[in-house]
């Protein structure tokens, strides 16, 4: 790999980010890591940020930096906010809720890869969208709690801008690929219960941010595009098979 080759992580001070900053650092990609958590300024493996990506301005700024580094060939679209959002909240809240999530999980999305994307034109390149187990059909009876329609929303919206942009940018080089995993133990993992302590029975079987890491590695050296990777708690983690055309952003 040429040793100017960027990687951008979004929302890398803690979580699955900071491990997929980490990583494509150690993978040998100059890595510009951003977060509106200033936490992210004092990890040394990379070149931290502190910027909101559902904010136009400071997403340039980012791309900006990134291309003074080097060639932009990674994106990877982390940054998420969820919330309990029931059906039946008042108004006001649901209008409140839908900018709170939407804005980052998926305006956030959209401005990070179209500011990236016309530097990543000439050398081609991954994006790479964290969705959720939420999308695909789950492996379990646990998929689409009926209190999270936003975020469970932003997520399948995910999978329109995967599946146009992986055809769309094909030409280029670019490939445009999913994460979709069920349990990882993060700091939004733990904020779900109380003291951020996982049961039991979620501890025994929770995934880690570094297995899922090592899983966007993977995904980058397959050079495939336009699928949906799912990651499932208790089960080994592996890219499977390439599945029909119909079936890889769905499942
Ligand atoms: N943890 C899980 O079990 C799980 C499962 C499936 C999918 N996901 C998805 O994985 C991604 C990472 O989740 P996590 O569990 O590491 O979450 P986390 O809350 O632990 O970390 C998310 C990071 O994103 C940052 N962030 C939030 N809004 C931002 C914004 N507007 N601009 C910049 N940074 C912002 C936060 O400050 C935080 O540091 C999210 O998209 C989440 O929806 C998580």
Request: aromatic share 8%; with cysteine; proline share 3%.
């Amino acid at each position: 790999m040429s040793d100017d080759n960027v990687a951008i992580v979004s929302g890398a001070a803690r979580g699955m980010g900071k491990s997929f900053a980490e990583r494509l650092s150690a993978e040998g990609y100059r890595v510009v890591a951003f977060d509106v958590d200033e936490t992210v300024l004092k990890n040394k493996a990379f070149h931290g940020l502190v910027a909101d990506v559902s904010e136009v301005d400071q997403v340039e700024a980012v791309v900006r930096e990134a291309n003074k580094l080097g060639v932009i060939k990674v994106v990877v679209n982390n940054a998420g906010t969820w919330r309990r959002t029931p059906v039946e909240s008042p108004w006001e809240q649901a209008i409140s809720d839908w900018d709170y999530i939407m804005d980052t999980n998926l305006k956030g999305v959209l401005m990070l890869s179209r500011a990236s994307i016309a530097h990543m034109k000439a050398a081609g390149g991954d994006i790479i969208n964290v969705s959720s187990y939420y999308v695909l059909p789950a492996k379990s009876a646990g998929t689409n709690p009926p209190d999270t329609d936003l975020y469970n929303a932003s997520k399948w919206a995910l999978n329109g801008f995967t599946d146009a942009w992986a055809k769309y940018l094909d030409e280029y080089g670019i490939r445009v690929n999913g994460m979709c995993m069920g349990a990882v133990d993060t700091p939004m993992l733990r904020g779900l219960y109380s003291d951020n302590k996982l049961p039991d029975e979620m501890a025994a079987v929770v995934m880690n941010a570094d297995d899922i890491s090592q899983q966007l590695i993977e995904i980058i050296d397959s050079g495939r595009t336009g699928e949906n990777f799912g990651a499932w708690v208790g089960e080994q983690i592996s890219l499977g098979d390439r599945l029909p055309l119909h079936r890889r952003i769905t499942g």
